[in-house]
């Protein structure tokens, strides 16, 4: 009989592990700059408040999570190209990258882009901009 988590096992997590980590420090460091463009500009305050207000603010949230989701899959992609990619490791690289980023909402950081707390839509995104850059590795 096969072992259906075998192949769970064979999976380069570590590799998903810190391109999460790298990824959520990409994240942290852009939503510490864009709170000081909030604290510092009125300019950024106005421009970020028109986007997300109303309807263009949820999908802007569902939009900046297909983002870092892109975003995951290009540093795999740049730091580790002796990770085959299939469609495995980016199943596997969903809930590494939500891992870590839920794991940012813990400390008292800035949660002004990523939010999985008050923007549940997040979640979706998070996996459609996963599987749109990695599409190429689907069949593999």
Known sequence: ?????????????????QVSVLTTLIVIIVELLVGLGLKYSSIVEATLNFI???????????????????LAVYLLERFYPQVRINAGVLWALIPCVALVIAFKLLFPLPAILMNFKQNPNQLMGLPIGIFWQGQRYWWR
């Open 52 to 70: 997300y207000s109303g309807p263009t603010g949820v999908f802007m949230n569902f939009l900046v999570a297909a983002c870092v989701g892109v």
């Open 1 to 17: 009989m096969r072992d259906p988590l075998g192949s769970l096992k064979l999976l380069p997590w570590s590799s998903l592990l």
